[in-house]
């Protein structure tokens, strides 16, 4: 693009910069160069033809077609929630009003133009290096351009406009984006005799082809001869201030409001034939403006006033058809004859304003996406199309809206952001033919950062109902918590996987760990387990064994005992367990104030102890155990003689047990 005076910007394909050339280090003579497509980048590398062994470098070649900066990133979250909250007014409603659909592009154009602020603050940051400032200077020319074309879309395709309202529209577009008047009129004010500065029939004629005749006519009261010829000035002025297209046009019909102009125009010939403006040549060439004289529209100094064609036809259109529809052919004609009295070539900015002058759409969205760097402006603008029902016949070929196509891709260039995942996963689910597709493709490659972002994204998952990849994600942070020798965050990642067999794994960690240190780790997750307790067995004997203990804190002794039996009896308990089992046990046994285990249990407890006995455990059999913790049984001497100490204990009590329930008939022999 040309960066051009006044602030403008034009694109120009002939200037576009040449494509980098990025050299591939150790490509040798001899080898292949191949390459792979990956989601944000191209990863090449070289292949020796004749050693299919050899290793190789792999390059990842990035382009840098849509970055995001603070600003930019400020413009993508805030589009965002509007997004968001238009697609929800039309998925409660029947559809989306026309007021709600101007409205968002009102909010659209308002970021836009605060992001240009943004960026234009940035690039006089003399902080920055010099390098950096003119990379935002140049983004805010862009961004500069993507908000006139966005609104003047808005106004051909989006208002609702009644009769003599587009003119109007039009003038407000160019005086919002082509101001340059502005900046001339105060010292121009300020001047002693202002017609003696060399802008002032320039600015002059520059505000009436604007349509801004009141600070117009105050610069002309301003002349030094407005007194001393004040029936000439006085003449203009008064044809200035009668002017009918800038009014108000509500409550007045089409045909009024032309009878209105022609009398005005009539009267504005009348003073310019009666010969008195001869005087004064540039009142004379202000009149003849006012007239609407075809001729006039190709004075130079008319002419040198516009900097582009496109502020030239709005003034045309202003002063020969300011009753002119998005639809009239005027609007088309006026177009092509201003643009051709600017010999300078033409860039994609002029064809994509005469494109949304001829009301093709299509060719706008077409010239729009291979001219900006990224998919915003598409994305949003054929979705507010599509909301107003202006691209029916869009339909795809493989059954996809072309606004869902360009929101997918303006999604997936988020993706290449670390921060802006939420807002891509967002706009994939307002696609509903393959915005599933996308997000469960794209979900996987978001890097788990942390627990907080892993949530996030599991969240997010079920919210869609992308079960294999929230069971993956699971998955993943369960080993990782695990790792990490946080239990208890594992555990409640298996919950939300449902992954029985690690579960039962961490189970016997629990367990292991309570071995050791005496005590439970995780109390309140034990606690309040509820229904995932019966996600595997192991877990079920965990929270039961629990519940044993809570039962023996409170010395329900009798509730603890058949607790304890049952677990036993449940075939849940792994075999190198039994001994912890059978020794809290004998705690119970031993109690002086009352008979805890019937006969029935004292012999269940007996058979454990003999299997015990006879075959020790040597090994765990769960899967994970299996693989990655082998118990080994305990050799140490030391060791061994508590564990025939216990075992003779058990056998003594068990007996003693047995014989006290026999006697008081608690149980059957």
């Known amino acids: 693009y040309r960066v051009m005076e006044e602030g403008g ?20 003579p001899g080898c292949k160069l191949l390459s792979t497509w990956t989601p944000h980048n191209i990863t090449v590398f070289a292949k020796d033809e004749q050693g299919e062994g050899a290793e190789c470098s792999l390059c990842e070649v990035h382009w840098r077609a849509s970055e995001w900066n603070t600003v930019t990133k400020k413009l993508v979250n805030q589009s965002h929630g509007y997004f968001l909250d238009l697609h929800q007014q039309n998925r409660e409603g029947d559809g989306v009003s026309v007021e709600a659909v101007v409205g968002c592009s009102r909010f659209y154009r ?17 902080t920055l290096p010099p390098a950096q400032r003119d990379h935002h200077s140049a983004e805010c020319q862009l961004y500069s351009t993507t908000e006139l074309i966005w609104h003047l879309c808005e106004a051909l395709f989006l ?3 009644p009769p003599g309202c587009l003119v109007q529209q039009l003038l407000e577009w160019i005086r919002w984006h082509c101001g340059r008047e502005d900046s001339l009129l105060p010292p ?17 004629y520059g505000l009436v082809l604007k349509g801004r005749v009141q600070e117009a006519r105050d610069l002309l009261q301003h002349h030094s001869s407005a007194h001393t ?5 006085g003449s203009v002025d008064e044809l200035l201030r009668k002017a009918p297209m800038l009014r108000s046009t509500v409550g007045h019909t089409r045909a009024e409001l032309y009878r209105q102009w022609q009398e005005w125009r009539a009267e504005c010939c009348r003073r310019r034939d009666a010969g008195g403006l001869v005087a004064v040549p540039q009142l004379l060439l202000l009149c003849r403006v006012l007239c609407g004289e075809e001729e006039v529209f190709r004075h130079p100094d008319v002419v040198g006033c516009c900097l582009h064609w496109y502020e030239l036809m709005v003034a045309k259109l202003l002063f020969t058809s300011p009753l002119v529809v998005s639809s009239d052919y005027d609007l088309v004609y006026t177009a092509e004859s201003c643009s051709r009295l600017y010999p300078h070539g033409r860039g994609s900015l002029d064809d994509i304003i005469t494109a949304a002058l001829r009301n093709d759409i299509m060719e706008v969205i077409k010239l729009s996406s291979s001219v900006f760097g990224n998919w915003w402006f598409v994305a949003h603008l054929t979705d507010l199309f599509n909301l107003k029902g202006l691209l029916v016949a869009s339909q795809l070929d493989y059954g996809s809206k072309l606004s869902e196509f360009f929101l997918l891709e303006y999604a997936s260039s988020l993706m290449g952001n670390k921060s802006l995942w939420q807002v891509a996963m967002d706009y994939f689910s307002e696609c509903p033919t393959q915005g599933r597709h996308y997000m469960a493709l794209y979900v996987e490659r978001v890097p788990l950062t942390s627990e907080r972002k892993a949530s996030k994204v599991w969240r997010l998952c079920e919210q869609h109902q992308l079960k294999e990849q929230a069971q993956s994600i699971c998955r993943v942070l369960a080993m990782q918590a695990y790792r990490n020798g946080k239990l208890g965050t594992a555990l409640t990642w298996c919950f939300r996987a449902k992954e029985s067999t690690f579960a039962a794994f961490l189970a016997e960690k629990y367990f292991d760990s309570y071995q050791c240190l005496g005590e439970f780790m995780d109390l309140d997750l034990l606690d309040h387990l509820g229904a995932g ?13 629990r519940e044993f203990h809570q039962l023996h804190e409170r010395r329900e002794y009798t509730a603890a005992g058949d607790l304890l039996v049952q677990l036993l009896l449940s075939n849940t308990v792994p075999k190198r367990f039994w001994l912890t089992i059978l020794t809290d046990a004998l705690q119970l046994l031993q109690a002086n104030d009352c008979l805890v285990f019937s006969a029935e249990q004292t012999c269940a407890l007996t058979h454990f102890l003999q299997q015990l006995t006879l075959s020790p455990p040597c090994s765990d059999q769960s899967e994970y155990s299996s693989k990655s913790h082998d118990v080994e049984v ?4 030391d060791t061994s003689a508590r564990t025939e100490k216990t075992l003779s204990l058990l056998k003594l009590a068990l007996s003693n047990n047995l014989a006290s329930a026999i006697l008081e008939g608690t149980g059957e022999t």
């Open 634 to 637: 305990a050799t140490d001497k």
């Open 533 to 545: 307790m019966l996600l595997s067995n192991r877990l079920t004997f965990i929270c039961k064994y």
């Open 110 to 126: 308002s970021l836009l133009h605060e992001c240009v602020l943004g960026l234009k603050k940035l690039s006089r940051d003399a």
């Open 159 to 161: 208002e609702v406009l």
């Open 188 to 204: 121009l004010l300020s001047h002693p005799r202002p017609e003696e500065h060399r802008d002032y029939w320039r600015v002059v």
């Open 229 to 233: 010829s004040s029936d000439l000035f």
């Open 9 to 28: 910007l034009e694109f120009d394909d002939r200037t576009h910069p040449r494509p980098a050339i990025v050299g591939i280090p150790e490509l040798a």
